[in-house]
Nanobody, 126 residues
């Protein structure tokens, strides 16, 4: 049984930092790409960032480039999302997801991910 468990969310002030973690089990972690998506109330789920199986390639939404960094530790079956200089518009529920697809352009689309975590809430206030 595949499980993705996010942690690290919370309430912070604009300009602060947070680091989210996603611990994976039940899948060949070092063989899958991982992504982070977010969904704010009343909005569709949107792509944030993704990383390929080795960590050698990363992808970012324009809205987070230069502020967020995705990384992974295949020895710990964990993917991380370091979020710096947070803005109020970053407020959302953040989900990690896993996909066996190994093609970068596919990482931007939620439907290409087979497994999802339950999400962790990030609230940024001004």
């Amino acid at each position: 049984q595949v499980q993705l468990v996010e942690s690290g969310g919370g309430s912070v002030q604009a300009g602060d930092s947070l680091r989210l973690s996603c611990a994976a089990s039940g899948l060949p972690f070092s063989s899958v790409a991982m992504g982070w998506f977010r969904q704010a109330p009343g909005k569709e789920r949107e792509f944030v960032t993704a990383i390929n199986w080795s960590g050698g390639s990363t992808y970012y939404a324009d809205s987070v480039k230069g502020r967020f960094t995705i990384s992974r530790d295949n020895t710990k079956n964990t993917v991380y999302l370091q979020m710096n200089t947070l803005k109020t518009e970053d407020t959302a529920n953040y989900y990690c997801a896993a996909t066996g697809i190994d093609r970068g352009p596919y990482y931007y689309t939620a439907n290409n991910y087979a497994y999802w975590g339950q999400g962790t809430q990030v609230t940024v206030s001004s």
